[in-house]
């Protein structure tokens, strides 16, 4: 009967440390099949639990790599991630184990020894303080899990070694308590250890908040950030206006020059200087026209720049463009999207070193929406965590903002994002509705 109960309890507990995950991260599989897979998990990991004769400070972390093997087969994202949410798991699980022996041991020996030997009131004292604890920890998980944390990997892990440490320091109280309540000499520092477990749970509760604070502060950095970079493009685009707008005027400033240049020429009977002349002339002007006619003057702008950027770093650029109706959404948006796929498409050819050197842009209306669609060539591996597109810079502090900005201005206005690779090529689709 004990067996049995000491089997429902582990059932328990490794049902609890897997509903942590199970709740916050994305699924590599459909549910129902999920589901399966998590109840078959929760049966290995209490027989596990039952079957492990180790030491209490190894079993944690034996425990710690399997839980990691089953939610590498369950849950999308970074394994750090998951190790976390697992670990977080592990924390509640074993701060309710730490509650029970306080209480079991704060208690009279007449008291705890009644308990003990009732098989029916330790699994009702047992179940209740545990149901408690994992309540309290189900709000916490919900706490984390409205933060939505996207934190660099070295706070992960950080965070992964403070649980790991707070764990085995809840087991070393537990295991000292255990020997000092069988020397009633020792009460007084049965007290002091009890004292102490509950501060290194107040750490954990504290570290949980303080986690929150630097999710808060981080998003707040990540969105100054992105501001800047946005604001970085808008002024690029305004400059670029600028330039043009005062190279028009000089052009207007110095047109009777020009023209009598070239009737000068004329009258010499230098009749292939002066077609030169006018040539240049001609092309002075066709460089500060629009590349393009969308209907809507700043992704013109912006065309109209890159097409200047991809001529000068010898890259072909292969523009498609249906004049579409006006768009409703923000210049800022419309740069934040355009400027750094562009950017990352350049940056893409001019890294790959193949032959093909050409960027396709198509900007067309599709399904009452707005469709731009960038192809370019790559070469190399993309970095991809489940189903998301990151950075593939090695400076993931200081790089990946672009990436970002897109994807809040995409998802600002309610469109969609989606990729796909070829053989040595990459294409971005953009979706946003007109409307």
Known sequence: MRDFANYAFSLVE??????????????????????TILFAC???????????SVNIFVKPLIMLGLFGVFSEMIFQGNMCTKIFYLILGMYIVGASEMCIANIVFSLPQQFSSTLINSTLMETVFTLGIKLIVIVCGIIFVRYINKLQPKLPRKYWYILDLMFVVFIEMLQLCIFIESNLTNNNQLSNNLKY???????????????????GKICWAYERQTELEIFQLRSSELDKIVSYQMHMASELKNIRHDIKKHMANVSHLLDGAQVGQAREYVDQLGERLDNMKPVIKSGNSIVDVIMSKYSAVCKSKDIELILLVDEVPKLEISPVDISAI????LDNAIEAVLRSNLEERCIEVKYFSYKGGLAIKIKNPYKGALNIQGEKLMT???????HGY?????????????????????KESFTAVVILPLK
């Open 14 to 35: 490794v049902g609890s440390i897997l509903a942590i995950p199970w709740s916050v991260l994305p699924k590599k599989i459909e549910k129902g099949l999920g589901l």
């Open 42 to 52: 929760m049966i290995i990991g209490a027989a596990a639990n039952n079957l492990l």
């Open 193 to 211: 250890v009890i004292v102490l477990s509950y501060l290194i749970l107040i750490m954990g509760i504290g570290v949980i908040y303080f986690f």
């Open 338 to 341: 355009m400027d750094n796929l």
């Open 392 to 398: 593939s810079k090695s400076e993931l502090d200081t």
């Open 402 to 422: 672009g990436l970002k900005s897109i994807k809040t201005a995409i998802e600002r206005n309610n469109g969609d994002f989606k990729y796909y690779i070829e």
